[in-house]
């Protein structure tokens, strides 16, 4: 196949994968929306993981709540774990890459913080130890998955949110997620700051 019609396919299947999701991710977009809002209403805080690309997506979100989105507004609280290479890689030496993010968690997370898990397998096992240690900090998660939600799917609890890409495929489950942290940022903004259009 030459190049042109390779690029043209590939953003064909984005485009499928995302009308795909629109129809069924849109009301847990929603939901997982408000439940940042109540927790940022309420002294809460955003945290986020997530590995390789989806390590660029957790810190794409943070920096958003941190820095703004599309508006002039106040700062919102929000880190990401994955940018502290001392602390990263002291965990991972000493203990194991598992506890990478639950470490973190365990140490800067408070009750009615929420946790933005991504992983587009849901398998990841250092993204299954920070649910883990969201819950017994009681945090509420919201996860960004895929495929068929895979460890992470299971582990949630019902004040939890998945908002599950409808592919098996991790470049197009990428995809979507950013435009659903887009999707949160513009619904966290209009719920807190009004609507602009
Ligand atoms: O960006 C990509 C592939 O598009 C990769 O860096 C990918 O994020 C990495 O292989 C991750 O380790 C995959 O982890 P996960 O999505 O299964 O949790
Ligand atoms: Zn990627």
Do not use: W
Not at 35 to 64: I, R, W, Y
Not at 137 to 148: K, S
């Amino acid at each position: 196949m030459d190049m042109q019609s390779r690029i043209r396919q590939l953003f064909q299947a984005s485009i499928d994968t995302k009308q795909q999701a629109m129809a069924v991710l849109a009301p847990h977009i929603e939901l997982a929306s408000q439940v940042m809002v109540n927790a940022l209403l309420n002294e809460g805080k955003m945290l986020s993981c997530g590995n390789g690309g989806s390590a660029g997506d957790a810190q794409h979100f943070s920096s958003e709540l941190l820095n703004r989105f599309e508006r002039e507004r106040p700062s919102l609280p929000a880190i990401a774990l994955t940018t502290d290479s001392s602390t990263i890689t002291s965990i991972a030496n000493d203990y194991t890459f598992n506890e990478v993010f639950s470490k973190q968690i365990r140490a800067l997370g408070q009750p009615g913080d929420v946790l933005l898990a991504i992983s587009t397998s849901g398998n990841s096992a250092n993204i299954i130890q920070a649910i883990q240690a969201a819950h017994d900090r009681e945090m509420i998660v919201v996860a960004l998955t895929g495929r068929d939600g895979g460890g992470m799917a299971s582990l949630l609890l019902p004040e939890d949110v998945e908002i599950r890409v409808p592919s098996n495929v991790t470049a197009r489950i990428q995809e979507v997620h950013l435009l659903a942290i887009h999707c949160l940022c513009d619904l966290i903004d209009s719920q807190l700051f009004g609507s602009e259009e």
